[in-house]
Nanobody, 121 residues
Framework: QVQLVESGGGLVQAGGSLRLSCAAS????????MGWYRQAPGKQRELVAA???????YYADSVKGRFTISRDNAKNTVYLQMNSLKPEDTAVYYC???????????????WGQGTQVTVSS
């Protein structure tokens, strides 16, 4: 079993910054891609940023230049530094990880419980 625990959400004024963290624990052999998704009320969940085990990154156009994703492989942790926040960034942010467990070679997709980010104007 694998657990993803997120932290760092909260309320911030427009233009401010927040840093999200997501720590994976459990029966982890290796972690492939890790990423952050978000879901605003009435909208579909969307991919915000992702990072491969080798450090390659992807960003949604809406956050390029403002958000930075990083990871600490030794700690099985992924981070999302969010700067110049806008009210439209308000959403529940979910951590995602593609994990190979000690149970076998198959990869499984795991999700965190979500953390609320609210940006006031």
């Amino acid at each position: 079993q694998v657990q993803l625990v997120e932290s760092g959400g909260g309320l911030v004024q427009a233009g401010g910054s927040l840093r999200l963290s997501c720590a994976a624990s459990g029966s982890i052999f290796s972690i492939n891609d890790m990423g952050w998704y978000r879901q605003a009320p009435g909208k579909q969940r969307e991919l915000v940023a992702a990072i491969s085990s080798g450090g390659g990154t992807y960003y949604a156009d809406s956050v390029k230049g403002r958000f930075t994703i990083s990871r600490d492989n030794a700690k099985n942790t992924v981070y999302l530094q969010m700067n110049s926040l806008k009210p439209e960034d308000t959403a529940v942010y979910y951590c995602n990880a593609v994990v190979v467990t000690y149970a076998g070679p198959s990869k499984y997709n795991y999700w965190g419980q979500g953390t609320q980010v609210t940006v006031s104007s």
